[in-house]
């Protein structure tokens, strides 16, 4: 039969069998509009499968989308709106997302819609609780096979640590993140979810220098997004003066 003749055709050309399905349905004016609308279908198809295999295999807990987000409930950058983050135009400058506040008020939330979106757009991500990273990183270098991680991370444009400083890390664990981060700093963007001002992250990495290296470079190019209740905490902080300066920089 010819439909089997045309499944054959497409498994030789490397098309999925849904162009020969779409062939028995798709209507067209001319024969130039009926193959467009052909091969246009396809390339659909094919993008919609690339953005599921990339949901998959980036890990997040569950699928969030910007639909379930309320963004009256934070308090973003000056120079950052809802349809400028949405948007994704942070990955493709190299710029990194800090997301501050209690837990439950929504960072998990709004960082897997950010994950989510960019894998529909054909971004590869990574999404992980951040002691879970530390692990993956920690059992690599002890099976001797820690290159092989990194290159699988390297594929990712966005690596998103979720629940960061929630539980104590081992000094080597925390190393190892240190060392990561820092080898990805301007390659690639990091959203960041955290309940721990910035100068309670030398409990998450054990040594003052390197917690204030990983913190100026993570905030080099970085929007800082804060969550409800938490504004007033923040600026009473530590870290007054380097909030004042990113506040005042970006008005």
């Known amino acids: 039969m010819l439909e089997e003749e045309i499944i054959g055709c497409c498994k030789r050309l490397k098309l ?4 020969a399905d779409m062939a028995q349905t798709i209507m067209g004016e001319s024969h130039q509009e009926y193959l467009y609308q ?6 659909k198809n094919r993008e919609l499968g690339r ?3 990339l949901i998959n295999s980036a890990g997040f807990y569950g699928m969030k989308t910007f639909d379930e987000f309320s963004f009256d409930e934070i308090t973003l950058p000056a120079d950052l709106t809802p349809e400028k983050l949405k948007s994704l135009a942070f990955i493709r ?11 439950g008020t929504g960072k998990t939330m709004l960082s897997t819609a950010l994950g989510v979106a960019a894998c529909r757009k054909g971004i590869p991500v990574k999404f992980y609780r951040t002691a879970a990273l ?5 059992e690599a270098r002890k099976a001797g096979t820690l290159g092989a991680l990194l290159r699988k991370l390297d594929k990712a444009s966005l690596i998103i640590l979720d629940e960061w400083g929630y539980v104590p890390y081992d000094r080597t664990g925390a190393q190892l993140l240190f060392d990561y981060l820092s080898g990805i ?3 690639k963007s990091i959203i960041l979810n955290t309940n721990l001002e910035f100068s309670r992250w030398v409990n998450v990495l054990y ?8 913190v100026g470079r993570l905030m080099h190019h970085c929007y800082l997004l804060l969550f409800p209740g938490e504004n007033n905490r923040l600026k009473e902080s530590s870290i007054n003066d380097l909030y004042r300066s990113i506040t005042s920089t970006k008005q």
């Open 16 to 19: 999925s069998r849904n162009l």
């Open 38 to 43: 052909l091969l246009s279908g396809e390339l």
């Open 51 to 53: 953005a599921a295999k």
């Open 93 to 103: 400058e190299k710029k990194n997302i800090i997301m501050y506040g209690r837990t």
């Open 134 to 138: 530390v692990n993956k990183l920690s």
């Open 185 to 187: 700093h301007e390659s």
């Open 207 to 214: 040594d003052e220098q390197m917690t204030a290296a990983l």
